[in-house]
């Protein structure tokens, strides 16, 4: 924080900055986006979460919790309970009357922000929505508001909770079939996916969950209990690259695990990394070559490859110059040619 006033006459020349390849605007924008996420945390900011439309008006939607019978298991706690959420149509409401080619898919996207950060609104999430919608082959994209962590009652499991509810809007309420749905999840949102996918994989009845067709996560958190030991973070190769400082995932993982004990039922949700699982539908795992994250995405993917009987089922894709999460932030940082790497590479997935 000390050097990011000299980082605008710093980066002027490329062997000051972080990645020489990047270019001025990458690597300053990666410096105060660091910035400002240390002083979100130093805050201790609580971002505010409606359930009225705003600005995005009819695309904004309202979901109740799914029938009763579909949350059992971990998804059952005394404290946290199924409610109503929110979510933003792109690029136009979907209805129970819509049609759309056979062949178009629709996708359920999952923000990120360490669970702590983020609604899935337009303000945030128009550029992913646009550059999936261009890349893939798909007709809307669902991006979900769901609970944050550091609201009351927003500890794990009320994600899971609310994915499932997202997830049973578009099978039960729109009669989507599973075969045409996608499941997207950004950082945490990745992280939810990866739960979700666990969660069907371990329900009874395969007809009221059944399996989306693919599922793709951009930079997933891969160990939520480990983001809570800042030193094992600041020691990771990328640490210094990257804009991620290791206060913003410790306090999204305090909140995420609050009161909750990790019992081994708890933690193959919380840290996948650790716990592969055989998965219910092919799956795409994408990273960026200098983010902090990318040795565990490495170690995740070989994890979860020896766990299929195909290993197919189990694709990698690190675009080599991005940091964190690039899909979500190349509007801010300025990738926008390596956002439209990793769409393109989920449209041919």
């Not at 979100?40 to 505010?48: D, W, Y």
């Not at 059992?72 to 759309?100: A, C, K, N, R």
């Not at 769901?146 to 009320?158: E, H, Q, T, V």
């Not at 995420?256 to 592969?276: C, K, M």
Request: charged fraction near 20%.
């Amino acid at each position: 924080m000390l050097s990011a006033p000299f980082a605008p006459f710093l980066y002027l020349h490329p062997r000051f900055r972080q990645v020489r390849e990047w270019s001025y605007r990458q690597a300053l924008t990666t410096t105060f986006v660091k910035v400002f996420l240390r002083v979100f945390i130093f805050f201790r900011t609580r971002p505010p979460l409606s359930l009225r439309p705003g600005l995005d008006r009819d695309r904004f939607v309202q979901i109740e919790p799914a029938a009763s019978e579909l949350y059992s298991g971990i998804t059952i706690d005394d404290e946290i309970q199924p409610v109503t959420v929110g979510g933003t149509w792109f690029p136009t409401l979907y209805q129970y009357t819509t049609t759309t080619e056979e062949d178009k898919h629709v996708i359920i996207h999952f923000h990120g922000g360490s669970y702590i950060l983020g609604d899935g609104r337009t303000s945030t999430c128009h550029s992913l929505a646009k550059n999936l919608l261009k890349h893939t082959p798909s007709s809307h994209v669902f991006s979900l508001q769901y609970r944050l962590a550091c609201k009351p009652n927003g500890r794990f499991p009320a994600q899971l909770q609310d994915a499932i509810s997202a997830y049973s809007y578009l099978l039960h309420t729109l009669h989507i079939p599973a075969s045409r749905i996608v499941l997207s999840g950004d950082s945490a949102g990745g992280h939810l996916v990866l739960a979700l996918l666990r969660y069907i994989s371990d329900y009874d009845d395969e007809q009221a969950l059944p399996s989306p067709t693919c599922s793709w996560v951009f930079s997933p958190w891969c160990d939520i209990p480990g983001a809570l030991n800042n030193h094992l973070w600041d020691n990771i190769p990328n640490a210094l690259i990257d804009y991620i400082p290791p206060s913003f995932p410790a306090w999204g993982a305090k909140h995420v695990i609050g009161n909750l004990e990790i019992t081994e039922d708890y933690e193959p949700y919380l840290a996948p990394i650790w716990h592969p699982f055989p998965l219910p539908s092919p799956l795409l795992i994408v990273s960026g070559g200098k983010e902090v994250m990318c040795q565990e995405h490495d170690r995740m993917t070989r994890h979860l490859s020896k766990m299929q009987q195909n290993e197919d089922r189990v694709e990698y894709f690190v675009q080599d110059l991005a940091p964190h999460d690039i899909i979500m932030v190349a509007w801010l940082l300025g990738f926008h040619e390596e956002a439209e790497q990793c769409a393109i590479k989920a449209g041919i997935y």
